[in-house]
């Protein structure tokens, strides 16, 4: 725990100016982000929390995620992840309720820590000993999402809760190789996540 | 109406389309994950009265190459000759949880025992807890019948040479005959002659296999070429590397009356 408190502390700071200034300042207001992101699982941490913004008519987000992986689910392992997603479709439920039910999301993982790093060190191995990067994953992704509008005027505007199902870069790779003989949902994970919209 | 059937189908597809939930790729284990793998096998060794015929399939990297490894686990099971494998390291490719739980559930369908040694691909990013965890030591020891089998991490580069790697003193004080063992093999991933085998600890490991005495062979893989033989120091002593499961090949080792041949096999 005493590790993570930097990087704690670091995503603390970068939170809380949103709320406590943003009142204020038009600028700032714009800093504001969109809405607060909380996830389970979805191979960026056992618990990552976000911020994130809407685009083009919230038909995209944009959004950064700081994952935690606790020692007694296989860490310590502490991720950070910018998120960028697709909502193609809206279908109305009922006056208070959406749905978007399939959004393509792509996502970059970041794993910090000392195993981990953006390409192997030159200095012990030789060129093209190892090609890919411990540390760096590209991830694609598809969610579900469905949407509860509350009151345009509250502190939360609306709810969203989804199930997301995503794979990387390199178990691409290695599905691709066995594709006659590894299904491709042999290769795709789970998160479930909350969006709450400010 | 229409649309939205189409939406339900696609949504349907994305929900099933997955094994649950990962923490990260990256993740030392998984409530599933099976642990302390190689001690288990081991356990499972059918007895082996002291003098017969031992007769050994040794393959090492699997790496990715999930329908390569099946096709192993078939021709294994298809003859009824072999006493154990031995899977010779890199297990995985980027040392993934994923890719040694992939590995272990092909492999553990084995009729025979098989146990594994840690190789260099093994040791990337937290694969070093992946294998700890779920296989066991890097350097083990395990007798069968009259021979003891001396398995170790002689993965040096991946310690970026630090003189550490293979464990000198730990070999010295396993590389030794005691009661009921007439004979020894060792078995490790990088080949001694290899630049990524620490190449101050080459000659003294070399030399340290050559006195033991009953010392039979040093078993190695990492090259993925055909096997091959050398024989350090003008010694009798061979020191074999052994071709790779991804070129669909393994090594019949047959142990008997105090030598050692080998059968490279393909498939």
New interface residues.
Partial sequence: MEKLKPTLLLFSLLIIPFFTFAQKNTFVKQLIPDYINLQYGGSIGYFSGGVGYYFLNEKTTVSLHYGFVPKSKGGPINILTPKFAYRPFEIKINENLRWQPINPTIFVSYTLGRNFDKEFDPNQYPDGYYWWSTALKAHLGFSTEVKVLGNPKAAIKAVSLYAETNTNDLYAVSWFENRTTTPITRIFFMGYGVRLKL | MK??TA??S??FI?????????????????DETPQNVNKTQIEKLKPKNAGERIRIAVSGDTQ????EA?LFVDQINARNDIDFVILNGDIS???????FEGVYNIYSKLKVPFISIVGNHDL???GPSVFRRMFGDFNFTFKYGDVKFVCFDSNS?EY?FNGLVPDMNWLSANLKLEADVKNIVAFSHIPPDDADFDPKLRPVYEQLAINTPGFLASVHAHQHSPDRTYRPNGSNIPFIITNAIVNKAYTVLDIYNGKIETYPTTF
């Fill in positions: 649309k939205i939406y339900l696609i949504c994305t929900l099933i389309s997955c094994n649950g939930v990962e923490f990260s790729p990256n993740q030392k284990f998984r990715r190459k999930y329908r099946a490719d980027f040392g993934q949880l994923l890719e990337v990013a937290n580069r970026n």
